[in-house]
């Protein structure tokens, strides 16, 4: 570390070029000294001195190319340590040996997967609920927005908790979350493998089924709440606690959007709600 903050005065910026130019001070110092010699004696040897000049050029300039090679590692691995100080990502990383250079490569190599893996898990973690593992509603959102962007349709459709408060009140709040737990269950064990489900806040579910019109998700829907009854939860005033559903279906060819499907579901989940307060 002495020599290099000696010569940290020989452009300061670049140490590809204080690199290049102690090397290149280096290769002189032999024909340097010749010219001393030569001028102390006061004689001159051009049949020397000329292919020894020929001879340090020449040096220099395959030193300087082989130094730039050399350095290329380096200077790769700098820039992509930069890039991921902002965040980016690094691609296909040059494999190293086992010397300097190739260590480095291989430490921003695996710094490069770590980041990435931890950015899988901060945008997992930012698009998941956290009690039911089924996405938030921003995770909802976002995917069920990259469906339509893919030109894709389907229906959406929201459920709400039945009598949820009174298991609250009268059951505790961890039975609360059991009971939260249990429908996300249901839900991810009756839907396709390509439906999305999502919680969107409470007691409040939301599912999409791309490609599919209003009465076959309400099909999917169905099966759900006959799995809930047939093994609820929770009972409340003698009654399993259940859901009430609405649906909407969602045409990009009509403009539809998920909030007008939503709004629409959400309107047809209150009157599915008060039929079942009424059965």
């Excluded at 130019?21 to 001159?44: M, Q």
């Excluded at 700098?78 to 480095?104: F, H, K, S, Y």
């Excluded at 609360?176 to 969107?200: E, S």
């Amino acid at each position: 570390m002495r020599f290099y903050n000696a010569t940290r005065f020989i452009f300061p910026r670049s140490f590809a070029l204080r690199v290049f130019t102690v090397c290149f001070a280096s290769v002189h110092v032999p024909i340097l000294v010749f010219a001393g010699v030569e001028a102390a004696l006061g004689e001159w040897q051009w049949s020397i001195f000329l292919p020894l000049l020929v001879a340090t050029v020449a040096g220099s300039a395959i030193g300087i190319f082989a130094l730039a090679g050399l350095l290329a590692p380096l200077q790769r691995a700098t820039r992509d340590l930069e890039r991921l100080e902002r965040g980016q990502i690094v691609e296909n990383v040059p494999v190293g040996g086992p010397d300097l250079a190739g260590q480095l490569l291989h430490a921003v190599s695996r710094a490069s997967r770590e980041t990435v893996s931890r950015m899988d898990e901060l945008r997992t973690e930012a698009g998941t609920d956290m009690l039911t593992g089924l996405l938030n509603r921003r995770g909802f959102e976002e995917t069920v927005a990259a469906v339509l962007r893919a030109g894709g349709g389907g229906t959406v459709a929201v459920l709400d908790g039945d009598r949820f408060k009174k298991v609250n009140d009268e059951l505790g709040h961890a039975e609360g979350d059991r009971v939260l737990c249990g429908l996300a269950q249901r839900m991810v064990g009756n839907m396709r493998a390509g439906d999305i489900a999502g919680r969107w806040g409470g007691d409040e579910f939301v599912m999409f089924f791309p490609g599919l019109g209003e009465r076959a998700a309400s099909e999917i829907i169905e099966r759900i709440s006959l799995a809930v009854d047939e093994a609820p939860d929770a009972v409340v005033d003698g009654r399993p606690v259940g859901f009430s559903w609405g649906v909407a279906s969602m045409e990009r060819r009509n403009n539809d959007t998920l909030e007008s499907a939503m709004e629409l579901a959400d309107a047809r989940l209150y009157e599915c709600k008060s039929e079942r307060r009424a059965a």
